[in-house]
């Protein structure tokens, strides 16, 4: 039963596309509605056969698509991709569910259809060539989202956001051409399967090299300082559903490659690289937040705190350690959850006023008290309330990277502090105080399409918070295997000590070789 | 008094040259048809025309096997060669020519089909780009390139329009002026070796160990400048963006790949001995026109209007990106050439349909050129099928996967990090990143534009039959279906081109 769930997850939402195009329009959302709800469910029965007690790849199908260069369809399930697997159908399920009226209702139903194939196909693949497929063919449903139902300055930002990520991904490529060389001069076979590449043990001179190629891919996705500025246009002018998805998944793939590609493929060089990475990562944190804090616009606010917290999953991911890889993973769920629910609740007051300047509100908690309530839940989920979801991710990674560096963590626990400012301020902006707006006195509270989007949203972001075992298990022991890889694999001394071995036993033949070493 | 020549017919090996002979017996054909009855519809012709070229497919699947069973054959006292870069470009050369010929059965009339010597020259045309790929011999190079041109350039100026003559008379002038590169540079080879035929040339100068090496960088920098015609190599491309721009799209998008085919066989050949020769300068001259025509066409093709013109800098650069395998000169490069431009004949060939099928015959007042960027505005909402299809071309030719142009890039970048070129990889890379924007100017025109007032979906079709319909299909068929065909197709390209020794 289980044999191709993975093809059938990335491929069912695409030829559920393709048929879409005979639906009639009036009955498209119905549709929609029905062809999410099933991925959702196929993500999770993928859950339900999920084995918690394997660490590494589950489900695993490979077909040969050019065996002559060493090219295969592979896939596989383990514990870091799975729930971002399930969040990204659940997302286009609720995004789907919660779209409101738009012109053209039928392309964008089938876009998201579209753009949730990329997604699976992204977060599954084990090849390093079908991960690029995916990665690159997830801009254009995206570009085309951002471009046909965004704000005015709707093509300037899409382009921007296309062709920041494209140029990235393509020196992407050329390191992953430049692997499998390596891979083909130590084998003599060509392939591009994730798998084989993690037994190769490449010098360091050529792993600074690779890193730097897929760290430029990756980066410009997260997107890291000072490859942020196209995202702030995305989000500024992308309708609510692209934002939604923006933020809740397709960040989540550069993250996502860092953890799968940059540390298990070249452990000394981000041991090497984990100084600079951070430092980065910390002016991220904390410029970001207080360029948040300056912003008129709500969605603006939001946006730059999605920067600003996908500094902290970075952080995580570089600890290098058990905790904080599994915090940073743990993050990127959270975040996706609470980022996507601010997004979409920045929607529904769009929608109501068609504007988003904090100005033009004041005193809504008085209008509209459930949807108070709802954002204050998730304003406080957003800045790390303990017994919320992000809580647990980034309490996870800034412990992770204590243990790296005690100074820089303190840094970015300053950006936590700035964030909570800046979320309270617009808060306060947005709902307390007099009505001072006309308008704002006979606003409506959250329909029930709305609320259908948003209850789930609060109710997983507090399960989480509370008890998020059934999720960081599965996670942890996935990391585990991955860092324990790294361990093994890292030449340089300084790595074997910054990455920590999970097996006693093999610190100590470590020291004996040392000791050999010295001996001579 | 001279003794009889006697050499028997079985050594001339006459069977060589049967792929070339089919489309001449056709074009003769043809004109003979004409000779008894006038005023026939194209249809006729065009029928004929598939049908040879469909002959000489099938005669050059025998010329394969033959070459499969005994390796390289050469014949009629060793000028024709067929080995696998022959068979393979005359794969390229016929198949984009099988694609091409039905795009004449347009709903509007156009000037020159109604003539039979445009079918007629069109196969003297293909007969003369097989001559060319399949022989070593400067000379029988040389015929074949001139038949083609020749043919070509009435093709061109048949089209009628006051821009079509320019454009014919400019690329005449342009292949007049590498006319006399070609025989300038073989003339100079011949002086310093006493051959006409490569491989004796590159014999004779190994033997001697370059010793002209001035003579012979003066020879490569005049055969250089000839094959960059035939290629639009910048700086020699002057042509290439008017010429498109005369010629009726149909015409641009078949000039943008088969006669840069043969262009390409005949640099490997020529040039293959020279880089792995080892002097230095040739490999630096090279170097600097592949990053050159790659990034210069680049930037030209950024600032354009028309979506025609383009295409015909966007060409360039594939060209200058394909010219970068000359250079790096492994079998996998030369594997990749032919890979890159199989697939990239389906998808330009596609485009210029694309553009071919929505040709109007007056041109309405905001509209300065015939495929102006606005005149697609808003197409999603007035041609959705033909928008998708014209969007996958440019997401094609932008090297975006899965789609056919993705794994041409592939391929081919990665012969140039397997030989060390890594900052041309890298030069390649941005350069495709950098191409990205202008194809993804039409896909904004076409999605996310508002459509011109007054517009329906009826102008971008309307020169649609089915024949035009099923070449876009087939084009579009194969540019989303690639990745199926990659495999068979590299194994295939890969053992031929080994076995002919590049």
Known sequence: MFDHILSSLIFFPAIAGVFGFMIHKDSIRTYGIAVSIVEFVLALVLWYGFDNSVSGMQFMESIPLVPSFGINYTLGVDGISLFIVILSTFFTMLGIMSLTDTPNVKNMIVTLLFLQMTMAGVFVALDAIVFYVFWELSLVPMLYIIGAWGGPLRIYASIKFFLYTFTGSLVML??????????????????????????????????????????????????????????????????????????????????????????????????????????????????????????????????????????????????????????????????????????????????????????????????????????????????????????????????????????????????????????????????????????????????????????????????????????????????????????????????????????????????????????? | MLSPVDISLESLNLSTLTPMFIPIVGALLILVVDLFKVNLHKSLYVVLSLLFLVMDIFSLFSSSDLFVRNGITLGVFDVMIVDGLAIISQFIVVGASLLFIPLAMTHKRFHEFSYPEFFALFLFMIGGFQFMVSSDNLIMIFVGLETSSLALYTLIAMHNREKSFEAAVKYFTMGALAAGFFSFGAMIFYALTGSVEIHQIADVLRANNFENISFVLVAVVFLLGAIGFKLSIVPFHTWAPDVYEGASAAMAGYMSIVPKIAGFVVAMRVFEFLIHSGVAWLEVILYIVVVITMTASNMWALVQTDVKRMLAYSSISHAGFVMAAILIGTTQANSALFLYWILFSFTNLGSFSMLWMSRQKHLPDYQQSDHSYNKFAGMIKTAPVAAVIMALFMLSLAGVPPFALFWGKLYMISSAVTSGYIVLALVMALNSAIAGYYYLKLIVFMFMKEPVEGYDGEVYVNNATLALKTIIGVAAVGTIFAFVAINPLLEFISAFVYNSGY
């Open chain 1, 174 to 520: 050329v390191g992953m051409l430049f692997m499998a060389y390596l891979y083909y001069q130590a084998t003599g076979i060509w392939s591009f399967n994730l798998l084989e590449w993690y037994r190769l043990i490449l010098p360091q001179s050529y792993q600074l090299w690779l890193f730097a190629a897929f760290f430029l891919g990756f980066a410009i996705k997260v997107p890291m300082f000072p490859f942020h500025t196209w995202l702030p246009y995305a989000h500024g002018q992308a309708p609510t559903i692209g934002s939604v998805i923006l933020a809740a998944i397709l960040l989540k793939m550069g993250t996502y490659a860092f953890v799968r590609f940059s540390l298990p493929l070249f452990p000394d060089a981000s041991v090497f690289f984990m100084v600079p990475v951070a430092i980065l990562s910390v002016i991220m944190v904390i410029y970001t937040a207080m360029v948040a804090y300056a912003q008129k616009d709500i969605k603006q606010v939001i946006a730059y705190s999605s920067i600003s917290h996908m500094g902290i999953i970075i952080i995580g991911t570089f600890a290098l350690n058990v905790e904080g890889i599994s915090g940073s993973v743990f993050l990127m769920l959270g975040h996706g959850v609470v980022a996507g629910a601010l997004f979409l609740l920045v929607g529904v007051i769009y929608d109501r006023r068609h504007t988003k300047i904090m100005s033009e509100f004041g005193g809504l908690a008085q209008v509209m008290p459930r949807y108070a309530a709802i954002f204050g839940v998730m304003l406080m989920a957003s800045v790390g309330l303990p017994l919320t979801i992000n809580f647990v991710g980034e309490f996870l990674s800034l412990l992770g990277f204590y243990k790296q560096s005690p100074i820089l963590t303190l840094l970015a626990g300053t950006g936590i502090i700035v964030g909570a400012i800046y979320m309270l301020a617009a808060y306060k902006k947005l709902f307390f105080g007099e009505i001072t707006k006309e308008e704002n006195k006979n606003l409506t509270d959250v329909n029930k399409r709305e609320l259908v989007a948003l209850i789930p949203l609060v109710i997983v972001a507090i399960w989480l918070g509370v008890y998020p075992k059934p999720v960081l298990g599965p996670i942890n022991s996935s990391v585990e295997s991955i860092v324990e890889l790294m361990h093994n694999k890292a030449t340089t001394k300084e790595a074997k000590m910054r990455i920590p071995s999970l097996a006693k036993a093999k610190v100590i033949e470590i020291k004996h070789t040392t000791v050999v070493e010295e001996a001579h």
